[in-house]
């Protein structure tokens, strides 16, 4: 997916930047070319200010976004969903966030699931980044409670762990 959009966008760096923004928020694309989040639109002054570009530049992405038959399927579709990481104080939560050695590999989610459940600790949500679509892909595991360190030593000892932040 990466590949997809620094190829379309390759001769505009700002736009590749708004498509970016998009992906990596969850916002879409309607068919009207709007960016939308969960179908609820947002207006393109809004997407240009959070980012420093100019709101011709989101509107252009999105249109350019419509055109390209791989995006257009990808922004058309995709939802946001809630990020409990966020909320981890409030709610009395915990997480931990995995970087893998190589994201591609399987058994990664596995592996981090099986240590943490051995231990007795209810997971609320797990959160990860795809790598086709992410740069730097990660895996966060959000649960009840604190992380005990022996589950923190246990995930970073797994053969599939490039690195564990707190």
Known sequence: MWSD???EFSDSPSQSRVARFLLENGFGVNTDGRITCNGIEIPATHIARAIGTDRRVVDATARRILDAPSLREVFTNIRATPDLSQLIGPLGLS????LPQDAREKG????AVGVVSGHNLTIRQIFVTDPQLSEEPRLVIITEGEFPGEVIEAIRKLPQVKQVIL
């Open 95 to 98: 997480s931990v966030t995995i």
């Open 108 to 111: 990664i989610v596995s592996a």
């Open 5 to 7: 959009i620094i190829r």
